[in-house]
């Protein structure tokens, strides 16, 4: 398992020991190297002249079918990996033949035949990519953290970003938190030669245009949709048996439906207890619908430690607290061999998350007639029932704004209250709703004419990040994805966006597509994030770094944060106040990541290295 990155321009940097080396001229040094550590599987392949050579990080959920389309000559090395198919097709077709990929992926190609370096990102977003280039220089990586040691490269962290990372949970492409560093999108394709880089997208979401949407039927939308769900999970599970990390949410229901339809059901399934008791229950009756093994897991996790393994990981304040109550689960399902399929992406995948749901129920009112309006404008007021003050006030509200009020931790004045003077004064200038604002201008020029699509695209490019990416570069052992598939999302897109959101169904697109293998609880069940339990937050190992790194004095020492407001918001998740766990758990990686910035490169107290893989080209 590892990482990847790829190199050039920079002389003091030495190629890694064991690595793979060739030479383009007299000057250009070509080096490949894979390293130990956790994270997604790594595999390189060799052309039989020994003039390409690739490494990819992740799997190709397709790999199987493609293995039967492409020439299985020219492959010196690796003959049934991921590598070898992306090399034999890039041998026949070029740069191009990465659309034909399916999965999380990220790879790096050295082409000596035509002295350049290909570099490329699934179509979602599953695997990160982050690059620096210039005229004498490309540098990229599946982790902040190699990059990071490299002298004058980063630079340091944007502070006013810090706003985008509580807000959103990660940072969207193409930014990051260090200015010198950028992320490659996802579908995009970057090509370096020598004093040029180049890019290009290979995939890109669709809207259709309106006279097609008139003409959908609902039915029909939904036949589509479960037809590449299908595939979906059949090309995931070709060949293997797999295992399954089991909540009693929507997503990871329809998953194990899915697989089960097809008979290709998990042969175990596990399910980590958190804060919410009655999940693993459900889980376990879902579990014995389908005929499936299933196990409880109750992860006895150091804080401390998964503080600093997320900061070593990601190389940046993005972690989720689900990475560390998951890991076990799912290393122990590795362990037996299995590829471990996860629900990730109900919402983001197939639409009609919270914003979208917002924006029904505001279409719903402004449809209204003037009287009945005026008298729930006048019951609005009052600010009872909450859900229709905010609908009236969502109403007069452009989509980004609904977004930003409905789909992040707290809204913008929540978190302005937790900044100190200097942080909020960075903060004014909106760094949030700039980032969202340009992707849901990426949306409009996609074909989003509705403002539903456009919060749905919204989701889409923040929410898959922030779940599976997070996940699959944190987590050691084979992870699939099944909903989270280029197919599946383009299939949505082209669905009229009242079908895939109203006011009632969560991923009302998804519960028609599985529901007749759907009990009727999970599909009025709310998405609940997975934390730690109560009794965590009031002892032990979680309660003594909160109380270590969120302390007052602390606090005022680091400057950012107003000690006051983090008391105020302690004390409100203290009395129960709901869904301030992951903002807490975030504001912990913040501290640390700016209190200690040596940990982030050192690992902190992790005992597991972060796992690299390199592809250098230099130039002097």
């Not at 990071?148 to 985008?164: Q, T």
């Not at 005929?291 to 393994?309: F, K, L, N, Y």
Request: hydrophobic letters at 45%; one cysteine or more; proline letters at 6%.
């Amino acid at each position: 398992m590892g990482g990847l990155i790829a190199l050039a321009g920079w002389p003091a940097v030495e190629p890694p020991e064991g690595a793979w080396c060739t030479r383009l001229g007299a000057d250009l040094p070509v080096a490949l190297a894979v390293e130990s550590g956790p994270g997604p599987a790594v595999v390189t392949a060799t052309s039989s002249d020994g003039r390409l050579h690739v490494v990819v990080a992740g799997s190709l959920a397709n790999r199987r079918e493609l293995e039967e389309t492409v020439d299985r000559r020219g492959a010196a090395t690796g003959t049934r990996n991921h590598a070898a198919v992306v090399l034999r097709l890039y041998e026949g077709r070029g740069e191009q033949s990465v659309s034909a990929l399916r999965g999380g992926f990220a790879l790096a190609l050295w082409d000596g035949r035509r002295g350049r370096l290909v570099l490329a990102r699934d179509q979602l977003g599953v695997q990160t990519l982050y690059y620096a280039a210039g005229r004498g220089h490309c540098v990229a990586a599946t982790r902040l953290g190699p990059l990071l040691r490299i002298p004058g490269l980063a630079g340091s962290p944007d502070v006013a970003l810090i706003d985008v990372v509580l807000a959103l949970a990660v940072v969207p492409a193409p930014a990051t938190v260090y200015p010198g560093v950028r992320q490659v999108c996802p579908g995009e394709l970057l090509v370096w030669e020598p004093g040029r880089l180049r890019t290009q997208r290979y995939w890109q979401l669709r809207f259709p245009e309106a006279r097609d949407v008139r003409r959908t039927v609902a039915r029909e939308s939904v036949r589509r949709v479960r037809e590449q769900l299908d595939d979906a999970v059949r090309i995931r599970t070709s060949g293997v048996v797999p295992g399954m990390l089991l909540s009693g949410g929507l997503g990871a229901a329809s998953v194990l439906a899915l697989a089960t339809a097809l008979d290709r059901r998990p042969a175990a399934a596990m399910t980590v207890v958190g804060e919410d008791a009655a999940e693993p229950a459900q889980a376990a009756a879902l579990a014995r619908r389908a005929g499936v093994e299933h196990e409880r897991v109750a992860p006895d996790v150091d804080w401390a430690a998964a503080a600093d393994r997320a900061l070593a990981v990601h190389g940046a304040p993005i972690g989720g607290m689900d990475e560390p109550l998951l890991a076990g689960a799912i290393e122990a399902l590795g362990a037996r061999g299995r590829l471990v399929l996860l629900g990730c992406g109900a919402e983001e995948a197939l639409g009609g998350g919270p914003a979208e749901r917002t924006w029904a129920a505001c279409e719903r009112y402004r449809a209204l007639p003037g009287l009945a309006r005026e008298c729930v404008d006048i019951l609005a007021g009052t600010g009872w029932p909450a859900w229709l003050a905010r609908t009236v006030h969502a109403a007069r509200s452009a989509p980004v704004d609904v977004f930003a009020g409905v789909d992040v931790s707290l809204d913008a004045e929540a978190r302005r209250a937790l900044y100190g003077a200097e942080l909020r004064h960075m903060v004014d200038a909106g760094p949030t709703l700039g980032i969202v604002g340009a992707l849901a201008g990426e949306a409009v020029s996609q074909g989003a004419s509705d403002a539903r699509d456009v919060l749905y695209a919204l989701r889409l490019a923040i929410g898959i990040p922030r779940h599976a990416g997070r996940l699959a570069a944190a987590i050691d052992g084979e992870l699939a994805f099944p909903l989270v598939d280029p197919r599946v999302v383009q299939t949505s897109a082209s669905v009229p966006a009242r079908v895939r959101a109203s006011i009632r169904q969560r991923a009302g697109l998804l519960q028609h597509a599985v529901a007749p293998e759907l009990p009727r609880d999970v599909q009025r069940q709310a998405h609940r994030s997975l934390v730690p339990g109560k009794e965590a937050w009031h002892g032990g190992s979680l309660r003594a770094l909160v109380d270590d790194v969120l302390d007052a004095a602390r606090v005022r020492r680091l400057g950012i944060f107003d000690a006051d407001g983090i008391a105020r918001l302690r004390a409100r998740h203290a009395a129960g106040a709901p869904g301030l766990a992951p903002l807490l758990w975030r504001l912990v990686l913040v501290s640390c990541w700016l209190d200690e910035p040596a940990r982030v490169l050192a690992g902190g107290y992790s005992s597991t290295p972060s796992a690299t893989s390199a592809v250098i080209a230099s130039s002097s």
